[in-house]
């Protein structure tokens, strides 16, 4: 149990049976009335984001999310397999669990698994991964404007913005929070 006092970003409470990280929190003092904290909330399960109003004070019940490394191994339909590196132990995640997560899978890519009381939640990625472009679009001559953005497709299906100067085979590093051009890698 945690006071809401205490709220600070990343931590993990349950609500109402559903499983939330902390984004945001704002402790306000009206004129007159107790104090309350304003908390921006993200479900773990469906990754709806809302804000809740908690009394000052009040307790929620902490969760425990367990993260567990483990290697993309492949897909096959709609499963994806992650190996547990220690144990050798093989899991299969659906689209679901992963949401845009896929667009930044590779072939021995390692991962956290996250999961709360033997329900996986989800994976963590890297902050940046690098992924290599499969196709873009040859830059046309003179066309020098700035900060002048092509399509390129990366090996994962990803389509990405990137500089004129970026080619076909060229490996880039991508941001996975919100799938940007971040550099040559």
Known sequence: MISTND??????IQVDGDIF????TQHVKPGKGAAIVKAKLKNLRSGAIFEKTFNAGVKVQTARIEKQLMQYLYSMNDEYYFMNMETYEQIS???DHLGDGVNFLIE???????SFEGEVIG???PDKINLKVTHTEPAVKG??????????T???GLLVRVPLFIEEGETIVVSTSDGKYVSRA
């Open 143 to 152: 066309n020098t404007t700035n900060n002048a953005l092509k399509d390129a």
């Open 108 to 114: 021995n890519a390692e991962v956290y698994v996250t």
């Open 7 to 12: 709220l600070k970003n990343g931590i993990t």
């Open 123 to 125: 994976i963590d990625l």
């Open 93 to 95: 995640l659906t689209k």
């Open 21 to 24: 990280v902390v984004m945001e």
């Open 154 to 156: 990366v090996e994962t």
